[in-house]
């Protein structure tokens, strides 16, 4: 778990009531020197490697919420984007055939391991405009800036350091104008099995700065085949079919990947030639902003078993004097010691009202 802060917090919270889907209680942060079960569960902070999957104990989507990858990358925005031609750099085990595969699915860019290739990349892209510098780790909106020009990204680059570059990479992406973001995931705990569609939205926190500020999610019983059975609109139905393809691909071209949280951030936006994109984002097999929802979704399955369909939403709010609508269920409230007064919380899933369209989210 994360060491302090609001997100530990959080992470814990929303720990305790997965704990609760399951019949069982949290025994609380995991500790190596101490003896646990056989069969214990796991919600790690962020996705594990398989080599730390294997030391901890976790073989199969039965052991943890969240997600076990075989290399870091490619659990982070980098697998997002292929390689620019004739890239010098790449980090061992980079798969050339995900990047072939799911060329179609993602937004215009590169990701880049060296100085080289990240500048070749943005002469590339700003042939159609600006472009956006993003941080592999960076988290809602969080290390990534703008850049229109070569000083402008050797700058970032000088930020972020040749060493860390080739480490950690860093991504090369056009920017796009009037951007929505869009969720697509499935969440599996025991013989629980959902999928869902969301919405994200944006807030302002206590730095005047935008940021996410929840998801509503529409969620249905059963895999992806049984949400795109649901009456969609056109946009929403090629959302659902970019991260749904994006995901078999990181199946067949990352050996050793499985998730039992497989969420994926799908952009839809505009560049400056007015040409429409969409293409997944990123995406996250760990705890996430919309964990909430997908907790009030399962818990509302659970309670009733005919329920198909359900609404649930997440709500992260910066300031004082927040109101909670009737229902919620708050994971956190407090002052944090960097974000500042913030409160998360979610409404736990309801059925559609009579008559309403699936799109109603």
Request: hydrophobic letters at 40%; proline letters at 4%; glycine letters at 12%.
């Amino acid at each position: 778990m994360a060491p302090r802060g609001h997100e530990a917090d959080t992470l814990r919270e929303l720990a305790r009531q997965i704990a609760e889907l399951k019949g069982t209680q949290l025994a609380g942060e995991f500790d190596e020197a101490c003896a646990y079960p056989a069969h214990r569960y796991l919600v790690p902070d962020d996705t594990l490697t398989v080599a730390l999957a294997h030391k901890l104990g976790v073989r199969s989507v039965r052991d943890l919420y969240g997600g076990v990858v075989p290399f870091p990358f490619v659990a982070t925005k980098l697998i997002a984007h292929g390689l620019p031609d004739g890239a010098k750099a790449s980090p061992p085990g980079w798969s050339h055939a995900f990047s072939s595969h799911t060329a179609s699915l993602v937004l215009p860019g590169y990701s880049a391991f060296s100085r080289e290739d990240a500048c070749n990349a943005a002469r590339i892209l700003w042939e159609g405009g600006r472009v956006r510098v993003k941080r592999p780790y960076g988290i809602g909106g969080a290390g990534q800036a703008l850049v229109e020009n070569l000083d402008q990204l050797e700058a970032e680059l000088d930020a972020l350091g040749d060493e860390a570059l080739r480490a950690e990479g860093i991504v090369i992406e056009r920017h796009l104008d009037g951007i929505e973001t869009f969720s697509v995931g499935q969440i599996e705990i025991d013989d629980m099995k959902a999928s869902y569609y969301g919405v994200q939205h944006l807030t302002v926190n206590n730095r005047g700065h935008h940021v996410y500020g929840g998801t509503d999610l529409v969620v249905v019983r059963g895999g992806f085949d049984a949400l795109v059975r649901l009456e969609l609109p056109e946009n929403i139905r090629e959302t659902i079919a970019k991260a749904r393809a994006f995901d078999a691909a990181v199946h067949n071209d990352y050996a050793g990947f499985f998730a039992s949280r497989r969420n994926y951030d799908v952009a839809r936006g505009f560049d400056e030639a007015g040409v429409l994109h969409c293409g997944v984002l990123e995406q996250s097999w760990r705890v996430g902003g919309a964990t909430g929802a997908e907790i009030g979704a399962l818990r509302t399955f659970r309670a009733e078993p005919d329920a198909h369909l359900v609404y649930a939403s997440t709500r992260e709010i910066y300031g004082k004097n927040v109101r909670l609508p009737a229902g919620a269920c708050v994971v956190y409230r407090g002052v944090d010691a960097h974000a500042g007064k913030i409160t998360k919380y979610y409404t736990p899933g309801r059925e559609p009202r009579k008559g309403a369209s699936i799109d109603d989210s």
